[in-house]
T-cell receptor
């Protein structure tokens, strides 16, 4: 059973701080990793994806991937109250010609004004 | 980004009836669509993978005769919950994979309440 673990949380940070969200995965062969944001009662929206080891930055968001340690993280700089949501880590599992996403249970982030 | 539309956004139905949810990729072709179910405060659980023109692949524990999936075109997949029961009440979300870029985008989700 391939697993995606998001065990920390809920997380509360003050406005303007850096929020760090972590995720580990069990399938060493995984190649693609995604972070989704989900507001309460809404569908997930894609924030970032990362394929290569290292950091990938997009605005206030930075995704970090370490395949050797099998973890992927998301940093949110200058956190805003509007960033308060549940953040889902997803790992793409390739099965032959098909692929699917396996999601972690999510981390709920609360940014205090 | 790519747009995936889901309809209806919410639906209330009586126990024992069937309800259909549509998932459309509006500005791209999607050979593969996915159907998820999410109960409150839980993660998304993949129900089935739908490939255009072929039978859906269901995840373990998901009843294919209860959750009928049709993917008749490159832009439309439907999920029909047959003989719905209150325990089927949930947030149903579809996603579609772009052929170019191989990225997955989600629909807005459909809240189903069975009374």
């Amino acid at each position: 059973q391939k697993e995606v673990e998001q065990n920390s949380g809920p997380l509360s940070v003050p406005e303007g701080a850096i929020a760090s969200l972590n995720c580990t995965y069990s399938d060493r062969g995984s190649q693609s990793f995604f972070w989704y944001r989900q507001y309460s009662g809404k569908s997930p929206e894609l924030i970032m994806f990362i394929y290569s080891n290292g950091d990938k930055e997009d605005g206030r968001f930075t995704a970090q991937l370490n395949k050797a340690s099998q973890y992927v993280s998301l940093l949110i700089r200058d956190s805003q109250p509007s960033d308060s949501a549940t953040y889902l880590c997803a790992v793409k599992e390739v099965r032959g010609a098909n692929s699917k996403l396996t999601f972690g249970k999510g981390i709920t982030l609360s940014v205090r004004p | 980004g790519a747009v995936v539309s889901q309809h209806p956004s919410w639906v209330i139905c009586k126990s024992g009836t069937s309800v259909k949810i549509e998932c459309r990729s509006l500005d791209f072709q999607a050979t593969t669509m996915f159907w998820y179910r999410q109960f409150p405060k839980q993660s998304l659980m993949l129900m089935a993978t739908s490939n255009e023109g072929s039978k859906a692949t269901y995840e373990q524990g998901v009843e294919k005769d209860k959750f009928l999936i049709n993917h008749a075109s490159l832009t439309l997949s439907t999920l029909t919950v047959t003989s719905a029961h209150p325990e089927d009440s949930s947030f149903y979300i579809c996603s579609a994979r772009t052929v170019v870029g191989n990225t997955i985008y989600f629909g807005e989700g459909s809240w189903l309440t069975v009374v």
